[in-house]
């Protein structure tokens, strides 16, 4: 089955505890993203990646860091959690870029204490 | 960011029509996407205008007029199960690529 899966779904942390979600698909997309998503602010993108070793900023990438080692797989790293970054976060990926429709995992909902 | 403006909330009867608008400023339009997102579930896509127009898939329609910055998306014969968020978002090429989502539209339908 074609999916997005990111893993955890939800996440408890405390302040400054380095985490990963992780984030693969299986349709051999070449662009990825990452999106924040907070109650009247809707989706922002953080970090997205036209294909292997090629990442960009999106809208709020502060206190964020991804990487694109292998097609599949997009991780984000938060190395310093902090309290402003309990959200729900989604990873997202579509065949070749903004002009396709995205295909989203299932979500994150991060609370760092 | 884009300046992307959608009504916040919207109530429908099941089996009418209802019509969210959308409205955007982009220095580097490319593309304009609706996407449903159901409580506590991720985005769908629903649809997709890049030229003037519209768009029909169904029982969704989408209208793009590139001029003024506007878009609609037209539900028909409603159903419960509509109820959820419409989210309209604007791919925008200037500098970077980049894909903007408006806060959405929460869609009640009612008996």
């Known amino acids: 089955e074609a999916q997005v899966t990111q893993n955890p779904r939800y996440l408890i942390t405390v302040t400054g505890k380095k985490l990963t979600v992780t984030c693969s698909q299986n349709m051999n997309h070449e662009y990825m993203s990452w999106y924040r998503q907070d109650p009247g602010l809707g989706l922002r993108q953080i970090y997205y990646s036209m294909n292997v070793e090629v990442t960009d900023k999106g809208d709020v990438p502060e206190g964020y860091k991804v990487s694109r080692k292998e097609k599949r797989n997009f991780p984000l790293i938060l190395e310093s959690p902090s309290p402003n970054q309990t959200s729900l976060y989604f990873c997202?990926?579509?065949?070749?870029?903004?002009?396709?429709?995205?295909?989203f995992g299932s979500g994150t909902q991060l609370s760092v204490l | 960011g884009q300046n992307i403006d959608q009504p916040t909330e919207m109530t429908a009867t099941e089996g009418a029509i209802v019509q969210i608008n959308c409205t955007y400023q982009?220095?580097?339009?490319?593309?304009l996407f609706w996407y449903q997102q159901h409580a506590g579930e991720a985005p769908t896509f629903l649809s997709y205008?890049?030229?003037?127009g519209l768009e029909e898939k169904g029982r969704f329609s989408s209208f793009l007029s590139r001029s003024k910055g506007y878009s609609y998306l037209l539900l028909k014969e409603l159903q419960m199960k509509d109820s959820a968020s419409y989210l309209c978002a604007v791919g925008d090429q200037t500098g970077a690529n980049n894909l903007f989502f408006g806060t959405g539209t929460r869609l009640t339908v009612i008996p």
């Open positions: 997202a990926s579509s065949l070749q870029g903004i002009r396709e429709k995205l295909f």
């Open positions: 982009t220095s580097g339009f490319n593309g």
């Open positions: 205008n890049v030229l003037d």
